[in-house]
């Protein structure tokens, strides 16, 4: 058998423990699929957290990144530092000093992806990042490899389990968004400062990197439209239900005429759909593409050991390509570099979808008359529609609508003019709707 | 641009012919990925069906298997003739010859890829069968690359289409078994002859691959226990229904500590599971390991796109590995040769498992009572019972019990001593039942 491949990691908080942890745990596993041992020489860590599962004894410990970096002796770096600053600067060290990397960092990817991969492209190494989509899911693999053949069309995924936690319980309990997320806190399921997951910024880095590997597209985090789960009020979790629908937060990819669609929204899907059957904190992407059809991957899209699954299926991949000439390898996005096609992104005002309307409205007759009136006139036609009887003594009803599909701008301009009728009162609530293939 | 790979192509009926057409159709989003062409340069037809959507012109055609196997122009051969005799001969003489193959032929790697593998280790070509389980979704690649830091503890797949739509049907319809098959039968989702489907044994080819690659243990066919769905009635259904349960056809494999499980059977299991709710013709694989945990695979089981798109995927995957030290290959069965491990099968009566028991008893005082007392005897506890008031004028009531787990020898046991119990009419049905985790 050949000599162990030498790993680095950088950062041994959650993931990197559950990393040397499966590699420990595993190793015998692991060998008998790579023919080789893959083992942890160094690590850096700022502090130790000695309850993990796993010992350090042969590993040596340092606080300094550049003594991995820098270390002629590793041959694949493991970055979990996070951020974007370090992380780059380290990645691109590392790769500048013939290094493979392996890395969780949806972030650094979606942001910095394109230069770390000509940089790796350039020297001729691998940069693996299956851990930064879904967690232990092996969704890049199966876009990337599996799905080869086909002409990706769309991919549609709950990419991130805070959002889908705080949205199944919120359905289950019938309870507001903050006390679901004060519960999520709690539960360690939420940061303390959450807004990256539910203001939807994790879930467009992972979309930004899903689309690339899907259309053959450079990553272009900035033009991700984004919208989290803050707004979604229990009373819209009810009518969902009464429809026949879910509220998922969805991240959404999708070839056009106009170009490409990159999203990041809650969205109104049918009951039936698997997709709506994925619960609390699991992960699920769906594909469709043109061979192959329909097709969805589910998992856990976080936690030390299911991340750790993907990085060592990373680090398995990385060692079994070692000696192949780059290449021959599979390209970092998919496609080969010279092959990237910079489709245009297509505005957010300018997607075509179905929607989910609520409105407050005087029990006046002739209001809803109004409203129909001025959705018809921006031809919007409606699918269903369901008026409540004012509650206890109320002079308000609320009136919710399914709407057919219909470019953003015009369902906008729609509802500005809906809004400024008299008996109309306050906002009108919009969600997208789509009702998927699988 | 590397110069195009040519493929011959040993059968051009639906599966060949979808294989052509997503080549021919997909070819520039193919080189893109590729970094250079695959192309189909020989096949070899019987009969070619003139109305498929793809072009023979720049194919040479021929009657001749051996003219396509002993080409030394051809560097990968698809082979596609079904059966495991002629299949058996061309794939060795392909690999004799050096070259790659690729099949889609379940029960050609069932039976005989014990065989196949090992001449492609001496020989250091491919043979990739991604096709073979679960049509186009790529299960094979997910369980042996991307689960590759895993010990997987147990594989659970609705892996026959056939079967899955039957069932499906026979619960959405409340029909029987015999006129589901014949409406299956004339939309052309099961063969003249279906026993293949409906009997378990394609179920069985797959699962034998499953194992394999999940366990690391050689392919043991003949080890399968199997049962097919002929027997599944209406009534049965109904209960499932009731009960909060719904039976699927599936390939079950898991790892115990008497050694691998391997069977095939209509199984309960709880209908808020995401295989419960897969329906029709469609696949799903449910794979349970250590570092992961539950993660699912869903899409189309068969046809002549989706399968298509697993032989170009795996036309592209040999494509990469050409130069590749076939040392550094991913092992055909996920692990290095050397490393499989002939774990013991589990024979079926040794199997632990809970059960739903279904009787019919005639309405007497005591038999009940009778019945249970046998259950309890035998170490036998029940989850559940529900008893059915005679219909009409019928002196017997229908009895239908969920038990926890037991070996199943000792269930078999109890089953007999209740069948010989006066009042109890006729024989019991058992339907094994399964939790899964997600």
């Known amino acids: 058998m050949l000599n162990p491949v030498k790993v680095g990691i950088l950062g041994l908080g959650t993931v990197g423990g559950g990393t040397v942890h499966v590699l420990q745990q595993n190793a015998e596993e692991i060998a008998r699929r790579a023919g080789r041992g893959i083992i942890v020489t160094h690590a850096c860590a700022k502090e130790l957290n000695k309850t993990h599962p796993y010992t350090t004894d042969d590993i040596v410990l340092t606080e300094q990144l550049t003594d991995l970096v820098n270390n002629p002796e590793i041959e694949i770096i493991v970055e ?62 199966a876009v990337r490899e599996g799905l080869a053949a086909n002409e ?3 991919v549609t995924g709950i990419i991130n ?21 004060a519960e999520a806190q709690r539960l360690g399921y939420a940061e303390r400062d959450p807004t990256f997951d539910i203001e939807g910024v994790d879930a467009a880095h992972k979309l930004t990197i899903l689309a690339s590997i899907a259309f053959g597209i450079p990553l272009q985090f900035d033009k991700v439209y984004m919208e989290g ?17 879910r509220i998922k937060h969805l991240g959404i990819t999708k070839r056009t005429k106009k170009g490409i669609e990159l999203r990041v929204h809650p969205t109104f899907i049918p009951n039936k759909r698997l ?13 469709e593409s043109d061979a192959l059809g329909a097709s969805l991957y589910y998992g856990a899209g ?3 050991l299911p991340t750790g ?31 990237l096609v910079d489709l245009p992104i297509v505005p957010i005002d300018e997607i075509e979808s179905s929607y989910y309307l609520r409105l407050s409205a005087l029990d006046k007759l002739g209001v809803l008359a109004h409203v129909t009136n001025i959705l018809s006139d921006n031809g919007i036609s409606i699918e269903a529609i369901i008026q409540k009887e004012p509650i ?27 809004e400024s009728l008299e008996g109309i009162i306050g906002k009108v609530t919009r969600i997208r709707l789509e009702m998927l293939a699988s």
């Open 275 to 287: 997709l709506a059957n994925v619960e609390g904190v699991m992960n699920a992407v769906l594909v």
């Open 161 to 181: 389990g805070t959002c889908n936690f705080i949205l199944t319980e919120m359905r289950d309990k019938g309870s507001d968004f903050a006390d679901v997320l």
């Open 309 to 339: 699954s993907a990085i060592v299926a990373d680090l398995v991949d990385v060692t079994r390509t070692l000696t192949t000439d780059p290449g021959n390898r599979v390209p970092h996005l998919a496609f080969q570099p010279n092959a």
């Open 229 to 245: 789960i803050t707004k979604i009020t229990p009373e819209d979790v009810q009518y969902a239900n009464e429809l026949g629908y």
């Open 392 to 418: 206890g003594g109320a002079e308000h009803v609320s009136v919710v609508m399914l709407t057919h599909q219909v470019v953003e701008k015009q369902l906008n301009r729609a509802i500005l003019a809906i």
């Open 80 to 141: 979990l530092l996070g951020g974007t600053t370090i992380a780059r600067d380290m990645t691109l060290q590392a790769i500048a000093n013939g290094k493979h990397v392996v890395t969780a960092n949806k972030a650094l990817i979606a942001k910095h992806g394109n230069e770390i991969f000509a940089a790796a492209q350039d020297k001729g190494v691998m940069v693996a990042f299956e851990a930064a989509v879904g967690g232990g899911i092996p969704i890049i693999k």
């Open 302 to 304: 976080a936690g030390a």
């Open 152 to 154: 990706v069309e769309m």
